[in-house]
Each structure stands twice: as structure tokens, then as C-alpha cells.
């Protein structure tokens, strides 16, 4: 007797149902993938961006403090150093004279709050502004400007004088937002935290 041969065996395809549930777990993986990326993205750009402005920042701080340490002369002041409510006086400026007081030409160096040419980051720049005075009855001129700092929220000296009007000491505030690169968002707005640095100098004059 003659056996019939087995039938071919039928190869059937994916389901439906196979089909979307094999997309929905990589669309789960996906969506995980992606949250990492992210996660590690703005870890990086936060640590970048702050170590980056804090090492400008504090060239910044410091090289102000030195100022005030090595200075004789300051300003603005108070009209009356006797009035608490004038002294201490808050300021976004701090002025230096750079040569002994009288002698003409003076050289005078500002270190003030300026509005930015661009708002995206911060509102403010700190400015170096140096100037000279030819006589005591001339008004200062500028001879050369330049920005210290971009990125700032805000700036504030406190200075506090003696009678003279003679600056006491000096506290410099100063709060910078980290460079936002606006091209470099992932998914969403990426915020860095703003660093804030506060020091107090005293002149020498002061501490010897």
C-alpha cells in the first residue's frame, strides 16, 4: 500500500496583535532611552555651564576685591556719612581713583551694572569703564570701556564710609546665570541654577 507524502507545513505570519505589542515594547524602550539621554544631557550642560562661569566669576570677584584692598580713594559716596539712612550706601557702581587724588590728570576706573544688548540669558553686564579728569572744574571723560562680565542677574556694592567721606569696607554681590546655549534643548527648557558670590574687602589702609 502506497503511504500519501505529508502535506507541507503552512508557515503562518505575525498577527495583528503580535505586531502591536512587539511595537508598543519599543516604544517603551524608545521612551526609556530617550528619558536617559535627557537625564544625562542636562547633567552635563549644568556642570559644564557652572564650573565655566564660576572660574570667570571668581576672576571677576577677585580681581574687584583686589581694588578695593589696594585703594585710597572710592566712590560714589554719601551726601551725609552721618545719616544711617544714606550710610551705608547701596550702589551698582563702585568707583576707584587710580592716581593720587589731585593730581592732574586723574585716572578715574568705574566697575558698573549695564543693561545687555541681549536679555535671552540675563537682564545685566558688569562693565570696566576707565576715565580721566584733567582739572577739578572738567568732568571725566572715558578713554576706555570694555564688558567684565554677560550673564548677570544682578550686581550690588555695599559701601560703608567713615567720616573723610573714607571707605570703611566694601561688600560686592554678585549673581550671574550660566551661558544658556538656546540651541542645546532636549525635550525640554533645560534651566541652570544662577551662582551667587558675596566677599567684603577692607582698603589697607584699614588693616594695617
Known amino acids: 500500500m502506497q503511504s500519501t507524502p505529508p502535506l507541507p507545513r503552512v508557515r503562518r505570519a505575525f ?3 503580535e505586531i502591536l505589542v512587539s511595537l508598543m515594547i519599543m516604544g ?5 532611552t530617550l528619558a536617559a539621554l535627557n537625564s544625562s ?4 550642560k549644568d556642570t559644564t555651564e557652572s564650573a ?9 570677584m577677585h580681581r574687584v576685591m583686589g581694588m578695593i584692598r589696594t585703594g585710597t580713594d572710592f566712590g560714589p559716596f554719601p551726601n551725609d556719612v552721618l545719616n544711617p539712612a544714606q550710610n551705608p550706601l547701596t550702589s551698582t557702581s563702585i568707583e576707584f581713583v587710580t592716581t593720587t587724588p589731585g593730581a592732574w590728570p586723574m ?16 537682564p545685566y553686564e558688569l562693565w570696566y ?3 580721566q579728569q584733567t582739572g577739578a572744574a572738567s568732568a571725566p571723560t572715558v578713554v576706555a570701556q570694555q564688558p ?14 567713615d567720616v573723610g567721606p573714607r571707605l570703611r569696607q566694601a561688600t560686592f554681590d554678585l549673581t550671574v546665570m550660566p551661558n544658556d546655549f538656546q540651541a542645546a534643548r532636549f525635550a525640554n527648557d533645560l534651566q541652570t ?11 589697607r589702609r584699614i588693616t594695617d
Open 15 to 17: 498577527s495583528l496583535v
Open 28 to 32: 517603551t524602550l524608545l521612551a526609556a
Open 41 to 44: 544631557f542636562k547633567a552635563y
Open 52 to 60: 565655566s562661569t564660576q572660574v570667570v566669576s571668581r576672576m571677576v
Open 107 to 122: 585716572k578715574i576706573v568705574r566697575i558698573e551694572r549695564r543693561d545687555a544688548s541681549d536679555t535671552t540669558i540675563a
Open 129 to 131: 569703564v576707565e576715565m
Open 148 to 161: 567684565m562680565l554677560t550673564g548677570v542677574r544682578e550686581v550690588s556694592f555695599r559701601l560703608e564710609y
Open 193 to 203: 541654577p544662577a551662582i551667587r558670590l558675596v566677599s567684603t574687602a577692607w582698603p
